[in-house]
């Protein structure tokens, strides 16, 4: 998994469609710009021998290889899990498990409950949805694994049933890590990447040419395609041409995938890239004035003649604030009690290695801008707070936060605490008090609150969390309004399966200390 690799929307979110869609526009001039003849620097090649037939293009040819590799190394995940867990349980249990039909069963099961829910859709799919996805996915599978052994005589205990869950789970989550980053290489390389045409040519095409350029997004833009003149964008790829002329530039440059500013085009517009869509084969993405969302809150729905996009609302209250408590909850009692040797020994550590209090605690700003006391194993001499003024000089992050690499403050056992997070330990007793949650936005200092600008104060709407999006798209390495605007996404964007996500990609992160200090 990747992500931040957070789903960026660009300018906005970015929807597909195969054909028959009909979007409202804003209206606009009919005045054709002067368009601009292609230059080698600015579009690339066309490889030597490539067919130019649709729907077959070489990169689509790639995409559907990897995506049988990937169903392999799925079904073997199961199968793996299944016989690791049947021989866990002979040894505890004692007890053999006639697991016959589920090895022949394993492999349709399989391929039939991800190919449902779009697991092999490689280039569509951000890793926060893949997680969602293999989560239900894994449990519905195991589920009916279960309920067609009453049909078959042949029984799994519930020990069987657990183990196979959370083995099933860590192995496909595994080998999917490792097929991201692995498509994330090639994407880089080129190998991978959907040589794309951008319809419209306004400033929001000029966005979506400079996220596509962003590293792993897996499109090469080849040139703007114009609709009505709106200006021309600040990007230095050249007009190839007018949307009257959509289906023979899609086969003069070879493209893969048509990208469309919905805000430069009008529904008849809209009306002939669906048909050079529907005679090509070619995918088509639709940009949509939603900002920050992820996909899995957006459906599609059709208002007459017309498509329309219906956003989910997140509101953690009522039920889901209940469903997130009590995950809290039981999550933090038993990594608590399964943490016990570890407190005792870091406790030890920071009595042994230097002069003060086991324990830090500061005020910090929690939910609805309620004050409270968080706890953590001191990190630093007893004397910290009175010298940070000496310091504010020497500040190496951005707005309102204080950050130094290399802090004169922080003991020699702070410093490898802090590099694992395990100084964070101790706000486990936060969460069950209720004051925080496992995963939420950090919980500012009063003096930071006080420079926040108002768009800024939303962060206080919710619990804040030991651990959270930011921390794991770069910890400390990001900028105050990156962390802000990471922080706010997760907001909108809340479910249970996206705190089991940011929670998966926080081992990595802490095993790594990646951007740690």
């Excluded at 991800?114 to 894994?138: D, I, K, T």
């Excluded at 459906?299 to 996009?309: C, N, S, V």
Aim: aromatic share 8%; glycine share 6%; charged share 20%.
């Amino acid at each position: 998994m990747t992500e931040p690799n957070l789903p960026r929307p660009v300018g906005s979110d970015a929807f597909e469609f195969e054909s028959g869609f009909a979007a409202g526009g804003v209206d606009t001039s009919e005045a054709r710009v002067h368009l601009i003849p292609p230059t080698a620097e600015a579009v690339p090649a066309v490889e030597p021998g490539r067919e130019n037939s649709r729907p077959g293009s070489r990169v689509r040819r790639e995409y559907r290889k990897i995506a049988v590799a990937m169903a392999l190394t799925d079904v073997t995940s199961l199968l793996l899990a299944f016989a690791l867990a049947s021989a866990i349980h002979e040894r505890v249990i004692t007890a053999p498990l006639d697991v016959r039909y589920l090895v022949v069963a394993t492999p349709l099961l399989v391929i039939g409950v991800f190919s449902a829910f779009r697991l092999y859709s490689v280039q569509r799919l951000n890793a926060a949805e893949e997680f969602r996805r293999l989560l239900l996915g894994v449990s519905m599978i195991i589920t009916t694994a279960v309920t067609v052994s009453f049909w078959t005589h042949s029984t799994f205990s519930r020990l069987w049933i657990a183990l196979s869950w959370v083995l099933a789970l860590m192995f496909v989550l595994a080998t999917r890590w490792t097929w991201r980053k692995a498509v994330g290489k090639a994407r880089e390389r080129g190998r991978l990447a959907l040589r794309t045409l951008i319809v419209g040519a306004n400033a929001e095409a000029g966005r979506v040419v400079t996220e596509m350029r962003q590293r792993g997004l897996g499109f090469i833009p080849l040139g703007y395609v114009c609709a009505d003149a709106w200006g021309r964008p600040t990007t230095d790829i050249p007009m190839i041409g007018h949307v009257d002329d959509l289906q023979p530039l899609i086969a003069e440059y070879d493209a893969d995938c048509i990208f469309v500013a919905s805000s430069a085009i009008r529904p008849e517009h809209m009306a002939q890239v669906s048909k050079a869509a529907r005679r090509t084969g070619i995918e088509v993405r639709v940009t949509a004035n939603v900002q920050e969302v992820l996909s899995s809150r957006v459906a599609a729905h059709p208002l007459g003649g017309l498509m329309a996009f219906a956003l989910k609302p997140v509101r953690l209250s009522g039920f889901q604030a209940l469903a997130k408590r009590s995950f809290d909850l039981s999550v933090t009692v038993l990594s608590s009690l399964i943490l016990l040797p570890v407190f005792g020994a870091v406790a030890l550590a920071v009595k042994l290695t230097s002069r003060g209090p086991v324990f830090f605690r500061q005020q910090r700003v929690g939910y609805h801008g309620r004050p409270f006391e968080i706890m953590k194993f001191r990190t630093m001499v007893v004397d910290a707070e009175d010298r940070l003024e000496d310091l504010l000089h020497m500040n190496e992050a951005t707005g309102p936060l204080f950050k130094m690499k290399n802090d004169p403050r922080v003991t020699g056992v702070g410093r490898f605490l802090r590099k694992l997070s395990l100084d964070e330990l101790p706000q486990l007793f936060n969460v069950i008090k209720g004051d925080m949650s496992l995963v939420g936005p950090r919980p500012p200092l009063p003096r930071e609150v006080t420079q926040y600008e108002e768009w800024m104060m939303a962060r206080l709407e919710v619990r804040p969390g030991i651990t959270g999006l930011w921390q794991v798209s770069g910890r400390s390495e990001l900028p105050f309004e990156d962390y802000v605007r990471l922080d706010l996404f997760y907001i909108e964007n809340w479910s249970l399966a996206y705190d089991l996500f940011i929670l998966a990609k926080t081992v990595p992160t802490l095993a790594t200390a990646r951007g740690a200090h």
